[in-house]
């Protein structure tokens, strides 16, 4: 096959580099199995299925929404139906059914996709945009916050460099802490799916909540409907409620969550309506306080051009190439950084906080030397040896980035959090726990970050159990 | 073999060369990395994906004006017309909106079709008309559409293929 030609050909062709690299390194190529991209993914995301599916890391309180949706509705039509089929119609389990499959497939597809996470910049990017910055300023101190503004529709932004991800971010994009990415149009870190919602993910976020609302309004209805026709026929609520208990609890889950779902739900078809995100909402970036120029840039200023847009508009494509192959003179750096972790790091785990300054500073020195000498192969390799020198650049800054110490700091915070993932309806500890990340003293840069976290709370209707 | 971006189907596949890499080889044993120029996002009408057309100075004296401009018009109206919004979009949309978005994958949506034609152009450009003059066009989906990566090569030895010059340059 022409490819398998051109795959052999290339590194011979290309001499020195990558027969350096294996010399040096002491592997041999062939056999090494060939690691697929997902493996040294920087972010906190865990990936299954061969990279085929992707969540973050913390998986938030995912496994509660799944065990409550299911409860309930085992419950609901275990108990319920049988009754209001015999009294009523067939029609209500088929309708239930609809619903149940519906919320469950978007609540999946919520959590499982990318929701548009950028790929970092790799170096040669990188270096070239802090080229750009430092010409016009001095940088021998940690630079203050970069910002670049542009203008968008006639209307001034704000474009903040992203110092984990070394670029400036694109307009409506923002660096989730939590998952460690810049995520495109990004909206919130939901715990509740255990993923952000962004770009890509944002029609199936939308598609769950809604359906959800459709589905707890629905059975709280039909249980209502059960227990008034079932203490008529038995001549008294008490009686009906100990036939049925199962019902009560469906009621009390129901109630509770139909305010904040059906809030959530309102709250998200205005921002749709208007074509804001969560972010830019809670941030005020385009209200009206700074005067009548301020406006959202975005909008196509018709409800429902904005609706067609954000729902129905082309679905982009996933930017991090979870499922390509590295090549493998790239391998070896990912195993060094293996051995090094904790015990209870993964190892997609690429911030490395454990890896010490003197062994990235030489490797990285050792791939600066490669990439200076030699020209890169094929595209798709260069970039991959310049993902790991870009790990270790990112790691050699990080000590006064606070993101990252308060990555590293936090991640011994936030290993109770996997704990009580598991337990159902510990939600209060994993608030409590989320709140480390609440007092990073706050630098300009970071500021903008802060509010990130604190947006969760208003969405999932959080406050009053604060 | 086709240098697409990843779709769902050939994401299995081994990384991916570019036919032009033929030429490309030659092109490196006589010449060296020197520069990587960047052609930055033109966000003035929004989040839609386009890129200034601006020519940046590094490039002057390796490649005439005109040919650059309308390698990056030529990408910016590609990716104009897979973020379209319009008839086709909204039933892609409301398709998959019915079938709980199942349909994802199953087909290759619109903008997945486009991403293959720009990388198809990508490629032809490489061959015609910039690894002539020593360089070559990274696509932008490899760096998540941030930028548009021109890599100049420098001649290393005297004779080299890729001296840059118009006179050399076999095809367009």
Not at chain 1, 7 to 19: E, F, H
Not at chain 1, 193 to 212: E, M, W
Not at chain 1, 328 to 338: E, G, K, L, N, R
Not at chain 1, 430 to 449: C, E, F, Q
Request: charged share 20%; aromatic share 10%.
């Amino acid at each position: 096959m022409k490819n398998c030609e051109y795959q052999q050909i290339d590194p011979r062709a290309l001499g020195t580099s990558n027969t350096r690299t294996s010399t040096t390194l002491k592997l041999p190529k062939n056999s090494q199995r060939l690691r697929r991209k997902w493996e040294v993914f920087p972010g906190k995301n865990r990936f299954y299925c061969d990279g085929r599916i992707m969540l973050a890391r913390q998986c938030g309180v995912l496994p509660l929404t799944i065990g409550l949706i299911f409860i309930t509705s085992g419950l609901f039509f275990t108990f319920d139906c049988p009754f209001l089929v015999d009294h009523l119609t067939v029609f209500i389990p088929v309708i239930g059914g609809v619903l149940f499959v519906f919320v469950i497939f978007t609540l999946l597809q919520t959590s499982f996709t990318d929701p548009g996470i950028l790929p970092r910049a790799l170096p040669d990017e990188a270096a070239n945009i802090e080229r750009q910055i430092d010409n016009s300023g001095s940088s021998t101190y940690r630079p203050p916050p970069r910002t670049k503004e542009i203008l968008i529709n006639d209307q001034v932004v704000k474009l903040k460099y992203c110092f984990t991800c070394k670029m400036f971010r694109p307009p409506r994009t923002s660096h989730c802490s939590l998952c460690d990415n810049c995520v495109e149009r990004f909206d919130h870190h939901c715990p509740w799916v255990g993923n952000c919602v962004g770009k890509r993910n944002y029609r199936f976020f939308y598609a769950f909540i809604v359906s959800l609302s459709f589905l707890t309004s629905f059975i709280f209805g039909c249980v209502i409907t059960h227990l008034t026709l079932r203490s008529q026929d038995e001549n008294g609520i008490i009686q009906a409620i100990q036939d049925s208990p199962a019902s009560v609890v469906e009621l009390v889950i129901c109630f509770f969550s139909i305010w904040s779902i059906l809030g959530l739900s309102g709250f998200h078809t205005y921002l749709v309506a208007a074509n804001l995100t969560t972010n830019e909402d809670i941030k005020g970036s385009w209200s009206s306080k700074r005067g009548e120029e301020s406006g959202n840039p975005y909008t196509y200023n018709n409800i429902f051009t904005n609706c067609c847009v954000v729902l129905c508009g082309p679905m982009p494509p996933s930017l991090i190439d979870r499922r390509g192959f590295l090549p493998p003179d790239d391998a070896p750096q990912t195993v060094t950084s293996d051995t090094e972790l904790p015990p209870f790091m993964s190892k997609n785990d690429a911030n490395m906080c454990t890896q010490g300054t003197k062994e990235l500073l030489e490797s990285m020195a050792h791939s600066t030397v490669i990439q200076s000498t030699c020209a890169p192969g094929t595209p798709k390799t260069a970039p991959v040896t310049q993902e790991s020198l870009l790990r270790t650049v990112s790691i050699t800054v990080s000590p006064p980035n606070r993101p990252h110490s308060t990555g590293c700091s936090g991640r011994q915070a936030r290993h109770p959090i996997d704990v009580s993932c598991s337990q159902k309806g510990n939600k209060r500890a994993a608030l409590h726990t989320h709140k480390p990340m609440l007092h990073v003293p706050s630098t300009p840069y970071s500021h903008g970050r802060s509010p990130l976290t604190l947006s969760d709370a208003p969405d999932m209707g959080f406050i009053p159990l604060n | 073999m086709s240098s697409a971006p990843r779709t769902a189907t050939e994401r299995t596949k081994l990384p991916y060369c570019h036919e032009s890499f033929h030429n490309l080889q030659e092109l490196r044993h006589s010449a060296s990395l020197a520069n990587k120029v960047f052609i930055q996002r033109d966000y003035t009408d929004g989040t839609v994906c386009k890129f200034q057309t601006k020519f940046p100075s590094e490039l002057e004296s390796r490649i005439e004006r005109t040919l650059f401009e309308d390698t990056v018009k030529m990408l910016n109206n590609y990716y104009a017309e897979a973020e379209k919004i319009g008839g086709q979009s909204y039933l892609e949309g409301c398709l998959a909106c019915l079938t709980i978005y199942l349909i994802f994958l199953c087909i290759e949506t619109r903008y997945e079709k486009v991403l293959k034609k720009i990388s198809r152009y990508i490629q032809e450009q490489n061959e015609k008309v910039y690894a002539p003059r020593g360089l070559l066009i990274t696509d932008p989906i490899e760096r998540g559409m941030r930028v548009i990566e021109i890599s100049v090569y420098e001649d290393r030895g005297s004779s080299g293929s890729s001296s840059g010059s118009s006179t050399t340059s076999s095809g367009r």
